[in-house]
Structure formats: structure tokens, C-alpha cells
């Protein structure tokens, strides 16, 4: 079959893949040029001393849309959290909310619906129609308020289940310890945990990129190669070197294409710290998320990671993996206040790695991005990334495959 035309596209990260598996099938040449030396961008994997580490505390919801797109229902190779969540108190104190299996679960259901009011059992359900009806699409309804907001005054919902139910859980997901994001997004993200499941590839969350990359031709993605200039024929790299093409995607961070571009855009980023224990120790029904409920406690999320997928860690050892808001305590006692959720002692812990993305989430996203949701930046150039539809792995590719997509025509 004849080329369709020659596409360059400018980042390996999900946006880009995702623009490449598009445009592959459809009959174009594309050629994705990635300046580090691995794909996948935030989505990474680190193997150190036989621990799998995902840089940053990423998981990935089975039921989302895009993936499903591409990989079908089983496509890929998943190792799943146990149902519902453990809420931390400061003085150590735990309650474990099980989620339940689907609205026919009643005996997973009534335990949940005793902790709440009928009142705010009314406003949960509201809160979980929309989410449900969120699930597929983020709606645009949702889109000009903060998600706190829409718990506090569209759904009236109480400021104890916010504070000591909702906003603990959501930090951890959007990065917002005061909920500032749009309630689309967060209602979207809800959508998908009620419906799915959380899980991670078995050997890390790079096994993602890798398998969207798998569906390519081995020569697609040329690796540590810096793009510094581009124009609608041609992009010039670092080395020197200078590549023609009719099409060219930017799918990189928003600040990135400020650079290469020289427009005067602002873009801002969510960050998160990531650390990484290993014990041995023996530690229970360690596949169950924990969540704290202060804000201001050291350990926003925790899960021993190895008890979701044991290829995370050789064989007789816990590694437990820790997202924290928290940028000012050091691993020390960051690691103390993860052995009090598991009841251990610091000193149980040994310290295997810990990363800080301070470029996980963009601030600004959808309708409300630098761009705008205008990808197209001149006749030949189009811009993609997560800031176009979601702070999301599901919206990620979603930002790939819709450029792909009027670019097919």
C-alpha cells in the first residue's frame, strides 16, 4: 500500500504512541524521535537490585475506554489491587471501606452504606449516577467547576464524607489536596473505578508503552534524539541532524512545546514524590490501597506493591510503594509513618529508591488548556498530550488518537 504521507512525530510518550499506532495503521510513515533513552515518558519503570519501580505512584483502571480501544478487554497482562479502600487516621487507626463487586453485590454494599447518613446517602448516589454516566466521556456540563464544589454545592454533599471519605482517596488520584480540578475530570476518573478495576502490568508500568509500541514496526521510534527547532517541512535535532516530513506531531509536555515552538504559553504542573520500602517482614492483605485522611500526613497513598504483583520484588520480600504531597519530610519519616499503616517500626524498612515527578499532571487541561482544545497549530503541525483531554493515562491516548484521527481524515 502506498504511504499516505510522512509523519515525524516529537515525543515517546502514551500521547505519541498512541498518535503512531493511529497513524501506522491508517498507511502513514511515521517515525516517533524520543530525546531520552526509553518510551513511555512518566509512564517508566525502573529494575533495581530485582524491584520493578514505577517512577511515580501510577495505576491503570481496566475499564478505561482508550485502553480498551487498543488492547481489547484482555490485552493486557494485569495484576489487580484488592477491592476498596483503607482510610488511615493520624493515631493509627484504620477503616476499611470495601467496594463492592458491581450494584448486585449486596453484601458488599450494605457494609459501605452504614457509614453514612440518608442523607448523604442520597448525594452519594447522585454523585455515583454521574460518575457512572462520566464514565465513557467527560461531560462538558461538569467542566467550569472544581470537583470540590461540585460535592459541596451541587451535590450538598457533607463536609465530613468530603473530608474524611472523598478527598483522601481523590488526592492521591488528581494531585490536588484541595480538589481543585475540574469535577469532568474527577467524575470521569470515579466513573472508571466504579466500573473497573485498579491493576498494574505485572513487570511495571512500563509493560504499557511497550505494548502499544509492540504494535508498530520495530524501526518506528528512534531513541535519544532531542528535537530543537521544527517548521511545517522539517525538524532539526541536537546532533545536527534535519528530517523532512509533511506532518509533525508535538506530543510532548506543554512547557516542551513552548521551547521548541517559542510561544508564549505558561503551563503548570502537579507534582508527587514517589518512595519505594522493602521488608521482610510479614505484612497482611497488603494489595488493599491505604489512604490517610490528614492532608498534611507524610503519606498520602501506600500499597505493598509486590502483594499486587510479585514479579515487584524477589521472592520472600515486601516492597511497598508510597505517594506523598508532602515535598519537606525526608525518607526517614516518610518511612516511619509507612510502617505504622502496616503496623511495623521504621526500622523495618530499608529505603530501595525514591523519585520526584514534579511534571506528573498538568494544572490546566481539556477546554482549559494552554492550547485551548485547538491541536492544530499551523497547517502541518499538530499539538497532543494529556493537557488536551485528561490528566489521564486514558486521556493521554485519547489526545493521540483524536490527532491521528483528522489526520486520517
Given at each position: ?199 498494574v502490568p505485572d513487570t511495571g508500568m512500563a509493560d504499557l508503552p511497550a505494548a502499544i509500541a509492540s504494535k508498530m514496526r520495530r524501526d518506528a521510534i528512534v531513541l535519544s534524539k532531542c528535537a530543537i527547532e521544527v517548521s511545517d517541512n522539517s525538524v532539526r535535532f541536537e546532533d545536527g541532524d534535519e528530517v523532512e516530513h509533511d ?163
Amino acid at each position: 500500500m502506498a504511504s499516505r504521507g510522512k509523519v515525524t512525530i516529537i515525543g515517546a510518550g502514551l500521547s505519541g504512541l498512541s498518535a503512531a499506532l493511529y497513524l501506522d495503521r491508517a498507511g502513514f510513515e511515521v517515525t516517533v524521535f524520543e530525546k531520552n533513552d526509553r518510551i513511555g515518558g512518566v509512564v517508566a519503570t525502573d529494575f533495581v537490585d530485582g524491584f520493578f519501580l514505577d517512577v511515580g505512584f501510577q495505576v491503570i483502571l481496566d475499564s478505561y475506554p482508550e485502553l480498551r480501544r487498543i488492547f481489547g478487554i484482555d490485552g493486557l497482562d494485569l495484576r489487580y489491587f484488592d477491592r476498596g479502600v483503607t482510610y488511615v487516621e493520624n493515631d493509627g487507626r484504620q477503616n476499611s471501606v470495601l467496594a463492592p463487586i458491581g450494584i448486585g453485590d449486596v453484601k458488599g454494599l450494605l457494609p459501605l452504606l452504614g457509614e453514612f447518613s440518608l442523607f448523604e446517602k442520597l448525594a452519594l448516589a447522585h454523585i455515583s449516577y454521574d460518575a457512572y454516566s462520566s464514565r465513557i466521556e467527560p461531560k462538558p456540563n461538569f467542566a467550569s467547576t472544581s470537583f470540590r464544589d461540585y460535592l459541596r454545592k451541587n451535590r450538598r454533599l457533607s463536609e465530613r464524607v468530603v473530608d474524611s471519605y472523598i478527598a483522601p482517596f481523590m488526592r492521591g488520584v488528581t494531585l490536588a489536596p484541595n480538589l481543585d480540578v475540574t469535577a469532568d475530570f474527577a467524575l470521569f476518573v470515579l466513573g472508571n473505578f466504579i466500573t473497573g478495576k485498579a491493576a498494574v502490568p505485572d513487570t511495571g508500568m512500563a509493560d504499557l508503552p511497550a505494548a502499544i509500541a509492540s504494535k508498530m514496526r520495530r524501526d518506528a521510534i528512534v531513541l535519544s534524539k532531542c528535537a530543537i527547532e521544527v517548521s511545517d517541512n522539517s525538524v532539526r535535532f541536537e546532533d545536527g541532524d534535519e528530517v523532512e516530513h509533511d506532518y509533525l506531531v508535538l506530543a510532548v509536555k506543554a512547557n516542551e512545546v513552548q521551547q521548541i515552538l517559542g510561544s508564549d504559553i505558561t503551563a503548570e504542573y502537579r507534582g508527587v514524590r514517589s518512595f519505594y520500602f522493602a521488608t521482610e517482614r510479614e505484612i497482611l492483605n497488603g494489595a488493599t490501597l491505604k489512604v490517610a485522611i490528614d492532608p498534611k500526613h507524610p503519606v498520602t497513598t501506600s500499597v505493598v506493591i509486590s502483594q499486587v504483583s510479585k514479579s515487584y520484588a524477589p521472592k520472600g520480600v515486601n516492597l511497598i510503594s508510597v505517594s506523598s504531597l508532602d515535598f519537606e519530610k525526608s525518607h526517614v519519616e516518610v518511612a516511619e509513618a509507612t510502617a505504622s499503616m502496616y503496623g511495623l517500626e521504621g526500622k523495618d524498612l530499608s529505603i530501595v529508591r525514591s523519585y520526584f515527578v514534579d511534571t506528573a499532571l498538568p494544572t490546566r487541561y481539556g477546554q482549559n488548556s494552554p492550547f485551548g482544545l485547538k491541536q492544530q497549530y499551523s497547517k502541518r503541525i499538530r499539538i497532543v498530550g494529556d493537557y488536551m483531554a485528561s490528566p489521564s493515562i486514558d486521556g493521554a491516548i485519547k489526545a493521540g488518537r483524536e490527532a491521528a484521527f483528522k489526520l486520517i481524515g
